[in-house]
């Protein structure tokens, strides 16, 4: 909370105010909990860009010979759909 009175312009005054996003629950959301703060847990945590981009889904789906074009999309293993 020093942060936050040092800096009156974020309007934050108490711990209510402050959500803490983290992948760990042992460390980001017992440390908003002992804040006082809220905790939102992502379960899944940081993955490579190679999982996550639309592009190279789509790039594995074709190399796999899934993935198709068209309006109709497909969904992936990943569950992206890929047009």
Not at 2 to 12: K, L, M, R
Not at 29 to 45: E, I, P, Q, R, T
Request: glycine share 12%.
């Amino acid at each position: 909370m020093a942060y936050f009175a040092q800096h009156p312009e974020t309007g934050v005054t108490r711990p209510e105010h402050i959500a803490i996003v983290g992948d760990r629950l042992t460390t980001d959301v017992m440390m908003a909990n002992l804040m006082g703060s809220f905790a939102v847990w992502v379960k899944d945590g940081v993955v490579p860009i190679e999982e996550t981009s639309v592009v190279s889904c789509y790039l594995s789906s074709v190399s796999e010979g899934t993935g198709r074009t068209g309006r109709t999309g497909r969904t992936g293993r990943t569950g992206l759909t890929v047009v």
